[in-house]
Each structure stands twice: as C-alpha cells, then as structure tokens.
C-alpha cells in the first residue's frame, strides 16, 4: 500500500513482527570435521566459543536461502508478496554485486509493489534492517516490510585460516513487519538503537576489489575476512549492554522484565559476559550458536524465528535484540510481542 496510511483518531499505530522464518543449508560440518582440514580441535572451538557445528551450502545460493526464509515469514504473517511495500536485505555475501540480493528476492517471491534495496551493516544489519523499516512504517505512508538478514560467509572466510574459519556459517532469516492500528499503544516495535564507529573498522574487515583499471593494474586478489578477535570481544562487551539498556530505556522497560534478549550470536562468552554486565539470568539469553556459529546478519533473525516456533514467544512478552559487528556498527531493539 504504496501512498497514503491514514489512521484514525483515538487509534495508534504499532510497528509489529506478524510472521518470522528462517533457512539453513542442509550440509552440517562439526568442529571435528573442521579439524581435519586446519590445525584445531573440538576442544579448542568449544572452549573459546561454545560453537559445535555450523552449517555451509554446497548449493543453495545467497538468494535461494532468503526466498526460503522469506517465504515461511510471509505465510506465518500471512501476508502475499503483491502486498510488500518495503523488502530490506542486510547482508555482507549478496550472489552479485548487481542486482543486489533484496531485488534478486523481489524478482524470485513476485513482490512487485515493493521497493527493494540492501544494506551491508555486517552482524547489525538486521536491526538496522528493522529500524529503517520501522521508520518508513511510522510515516503512515507504508504498510508492509519484509527484512531479510542472509548470509553465505563460507564464500568469504580463508579455509586455511583456523582463526577464522571455524567460527562462521550460512543461512537465512527474516520478519514480516507491519503497521497495525492498535486501540492499546504499547505493542510491537517500542524503540530501536543504531549505532557504528568507522574509525575502529580495521578490527573486522574483508577488503574488496582494489583500484585497478587501465591507468593501474593490480593482481586481482581475492580478500577474506580478516579480524583482531580480543579488539570485537572488548568492542562487543562494552557497547552491547549500553546499546540495550538504552533501548530498554526508551521503551519504558526494566531490565528484569525482559522475557529474552536475542543477541547476535558471535560467541557464547560475549553472551555470558553481557548477561553478567546486564545482571540477567543466562535462562534469558536463548542461543543457537552452538548448531549454526556466527551467521552474521542472519544470526538474530533465526534465532528469533526458533524461539517463535517454539512457542516460547507470547503476546506481551517484551524482548530485546541486539547485534553488533563490523564497520563498526551495533543496535538493539525493544519489542513487546
Ligand atoms: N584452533 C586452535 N588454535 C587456535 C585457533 C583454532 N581454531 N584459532 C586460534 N588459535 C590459536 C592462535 O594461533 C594462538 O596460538 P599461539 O598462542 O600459539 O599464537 C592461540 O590460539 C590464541 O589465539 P587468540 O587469537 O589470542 O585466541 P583468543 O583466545 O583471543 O580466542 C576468539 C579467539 C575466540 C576469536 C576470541 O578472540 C574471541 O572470543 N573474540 C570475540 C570475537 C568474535 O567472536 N568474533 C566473531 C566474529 S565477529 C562478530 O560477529 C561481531
């Protein structure tokens, strides 16, 4: 509904998740497995990360795993994809440079009322994704955003590089978010945080493709995630309780009546350390990096999509999401279901 929202008066409108999906490849690949192509162990993985397998395509493709998540989002919000205003993809390992993966989605679910762009916010592109189109909701101008978070981060990690490559995986989330008219005004999405630090960025990077072009040649090199592992947990520990309780904050909520925090999943101890930093029970920390590892941009929106079909999400439950990431960047949402 591209054009004009008009609520009425004594209504307000709420920013909602109406419908959560996910994807992940098939191929599971345990540490042991990882063991037998670089110098590390089990032991080491767990121990440093809590991550026990992860999953990594052999043939679904950037695009293919959003299409599946996509497509489980819009039938639990039960919304069809000619009524999709706004389709946000955040993510780092797109299929092509152009089209980019959100128009590449559009082009594959037949959402052709929609607008579609991506936007690379690494591990936060998520929430990111979520508070753009909660602000394109709030305008009253739109009124149905799908936001994908997918990522293929075995194309991009160095399977020589044990520092690296035992931490990441592949798939795909998604959430269907609307503008609803409510007569109770405290539902949905209560308030979001985005933040980022350019000037850290070195501490995570994959480089791109160098200046190369007729006046210059260069040898066209092949970049892989590189990354100053104690500088992101420092970075992680500190700006993700901040970013929080700040959300919590301006939402209204205490920090004891948070039913969940559906954290980005890099590291079980990034978890435990922000729960101790927050005063929270680990019980309210659901995680799934243990099966998956660190999916980046995919991280929140599956894990939020297993805690859903799980049926451990019930209406007026309040949740805080928070990713944080590359370039730097970190946000948090505060959500009552
Ligand atoms: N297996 C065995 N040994 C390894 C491995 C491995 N997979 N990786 C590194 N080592 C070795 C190193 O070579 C080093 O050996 P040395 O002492 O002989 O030189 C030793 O282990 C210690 O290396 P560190 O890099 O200092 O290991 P550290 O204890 O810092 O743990 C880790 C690394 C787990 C990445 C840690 O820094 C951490 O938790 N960082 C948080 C950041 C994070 O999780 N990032 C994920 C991606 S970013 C994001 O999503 C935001």
């Not at 994704?129 to 602000?135: D, F, L, W």
């Amino acid at each position: 509904m591209n054009g004009s929202a008009h609520f009425r008066r004594g209504k307000h409108m709420n920013i909602k998740i109406t419908g959560t999906g996910s994807f992940i490849p098939a191929n599971r690949v345990t540490n042991d497995d990882l063991s037998k192509i670089v110098d590390t162990s089990d032991e080491w993985i767990k121990s440093r990360t809590g991550i026990e397998a992860r999953h990594i395509s052999t043939e679904d493709t950037t695009t293919g795993m959003s299409v599946q998540a996509a497509k489980r989002a819009m039938e639990q919000a039960g919304v069809e994809p000619e009524d999709l205003d706004i389709l946000i993809a955040a993510t780092i390992s797109t299929d092509k440079v152009v089209p980019g993966l959100a128009c590449e989605v559009q082009s594959a679910i037949g959402a052709k009322n929609a607008f579609a762009f991506d936007i690379n916010a690494a591990c936060s592109g998520f929430l990111y994704g979520i508070n753009i189109a909660s602000m394109y909701l709030k305008s009253g101008e739109y009124k149905t955003a799908l936001v994908i978070g997918t990522e293929m981060l075995s194309k991009m990690v160095d399977w020589t590089d044990r520092s690296t490559c035992v931490l990441f995986g592949d798939g795909s989330g998604a959430a269907v978010i609307r503008a609803e008219e409510c007569a109770e005004n405290r539902e949905g999405i209560l308030s979001v945080i985005q933040r980022s630090d350019g000037a850290k960025g070195d501490v995570l990077r994959c480089d791109n493709r160098p200046v190369n072009n007729f006046l210059v040649k260069r040898e066209a090199g092949f970049s892989y995630v590189s990354m100053n592992g104690q500088e992101v947990y420092k970075f992680a520990v500190k700006t993700v309780p901040e970013a929080v309780k700040e959300a919590a904050g301006k939402a209204g909520f205490a920090l004891d009546e948070v039913d969940y925090f559906i954290l980005h999943q890099a590291n079980y101890r990034i978890i435990e350390a922000v729960a101790k930093r927050l005063g929270q029970p680990m019980e309210k920390f659901p995680t799934n990096l243990q099966e998956c590892g660190n999916i980046s941009a995919a991280s929140v929106p599956i894990l939020l999509d297993e805690v859903n079909r799980k049926g451990l999400l019930k209406p007026g439950n309040k949740l805080i999401l928070a990713g944080f990431g590359a370039g730097l960047t970190w946000g948090a949402a505060a959500i009552i279901w």
